[in-house]
Every structure is written in C-alpha cells, then in structure tokens.
C-alpha cells in the first residue's frame, strides 16, 4: 500500500505525485476521497527543542538571505545547522548544508561532539561534492561553531558570502528547520539507537539513498531569467512540481548544456 510504503508521512498531493511517478493513473481527488473513507492518515509530527548558543562576542555575519528562499539556481545559497540524536552510548551532533534551490543536502559531518570541526568538515564536504562559484551565501544561525575564525576562513578563502540568522529566529534557517523535522519524522522518531555506530550508519543512508535520490520535493520558485545563464535562455518556473533534490539538481544542467 502506498501509504505504508511511503511510511504514512505524504498528505494527498504528494501522495498522488508518488503513485503518478511509480505508473498508476488516480486523479488526487480521489486519492483524498479514499484516504478521508478509510480514515487514512499521516503519523503526527513530534517537536524538538533548537538550542543555539548565540551569547558571544565573536564576528556576526549580516542576514544576507534575509529568508529569500525564491533562489533561481544550484549554488546560490546554501543553509547550515546543527542537531542531536540521542543514543544509549551518548548524544551525536549532526551538521548539514543544505542547497535551497535543489533542496539536496550537499555536505553534512557527524560527531560525538558539537564542536567548530563538526562544522567546518561539513561545509568542506559540500565545497568538494559541488565546487561552487565566489559569491555563494552560506547562512547559518548564531552559534559559536558558525563564528569561529576557522568557519569564517573557509568562507574568505572561497570567497563567499556569509550570512547569518536574526538573534532567536528560527524563520531566518527555515530550510534546514524543515529538514530537521523530515529526519526526525521519518526517521529518528521509529528508532531506540542503542550505539553511535548503527544511527551513523542509518543517518548516511537516509541522506544518501532516501532523501537526496528518493525523497519527492515540491519545489516552486518565482519565474526568474538567471543571468549566469542567459546564453542557453534557461527560465526558471514557478511551480515546478515533485522531485527528488538530485533530479533538480541534474535538470538544471541538464537544462544548461
């Protein structure tokens, strides 16, 4: 059943959008029809707590993205954060960056730790995997890891723009909020880690295999011509539908060539 394969977390419109792509022809209205008259419905969302230290004196980058999250291209803003998982051998700390155009996870590092390295090793993760251009704005929030000295001299050496959250101000990150609560949602909440090596091990696979490549996505965006492209006369439209981060990703350049 579709519903248990998609572990009784899509609604009606991505849920007809999952039985669309796998062949089956159903009209949305039906597919509500059916899950209103067999009381079909999606498991609740559990809450969790951000805590984010930003009682410091370090160097403050200004909101640059300023929760512009319209973005026309891969590589025009990336999203950072951090979050816990606990397991019966202690907490892990997982930091991600996230692409908010493709909306892939395109750098994440994980440790028994919330320290500056954790930090810095997932955004170099993601320079490697995407080689993106001078000008990316990387965003995070306040937190003592994101103004570190050695945070901030990767961002200069690469030229880029950093950017940071509003003081308190979850809205500001809300692409990477949103991903926080998918993981935990469909993951972390089935799960009672009794070691740190298993969660690693389900964590890497759920962004590898299931998010980026499996996950459908509803991306929208505002109709915009991106001039870094304006020879191959590429628009940008607004409602793109469902996909996965990397078909975004590979539909773009795709689009380019």
């Known amino acids: 059943m579709a519903h248990d394969e998609t572990k009784q977390r899509y609604g009606c419109e991505r849920l007809h959008a999952h039985l669309a792509g796998q062949g089956h022809h159903i009209s949305q209205y039906m597919v509500r029809r059916i899950k209103v008259e067999y009381g079909i419905v999606c498991r609740r969302h559990k809450r969790f707590k951000v805590t984010t230290n930003s009682n410091h004196n370090k160097l403050i980058y200004p909101n640059l993205l300023d929760q512009k999250f319209d973005t026309s ?3 025009e803003a990336w999203v950072s954060d951090i979050t816990y998982i606990w397991t019966n051998e202690g907490w892990l700390y997982l930091a991600d960056v996230k692409d908010v155009y493709t909306k892939e996870l395109v ?6 730790r919330m320290t500056t390295d954790l930090v810095c090793r997932a955004l170099n993760m993601a320079i490697k995997n995407k080689r993106p251009n001078k000008q ?5 929030d306040r937190g003592g890891q994101y103004c570190s000295h050695a945070y901030h001299k990767i961002i200069k050496q690469h030229k880029f723009k950093g950017s940071m959250s509003r003081r308190s101000n979850c809205f500001d990150n809300a692409p990477i909020e949103s991903f926080w609560g998918i993981l935990k949602n469909e993951l ?3 799960q009672d880690y009794k070691t740190r090596f298993k969660a690693v091990n389900d964590i890497i696979k759920y962004i590898e295999l299931k998010y980026n490549e499996e996950r459908l996505v509803k991306h929208c965006f505002a109709a915009t011509q991106d001039k870094s492209y304006a020879h191959s006369g590429i628009r940008i439209q607004k409602g793109l539908g469902y996909k996965t981060p990397r078909q975004m990703w590979f539909d773009f350049y795709r689009q380019a060539a």
């Open 107 to 112: 750098g994440y590092a994980i440790d028994q």
């Open 136 to 140: 990316l704005i990387v965003h995070s």
């Open 73 to 75: 291209r891969p590589n």
């Open 188 to 190: 972390l909440y089935y």
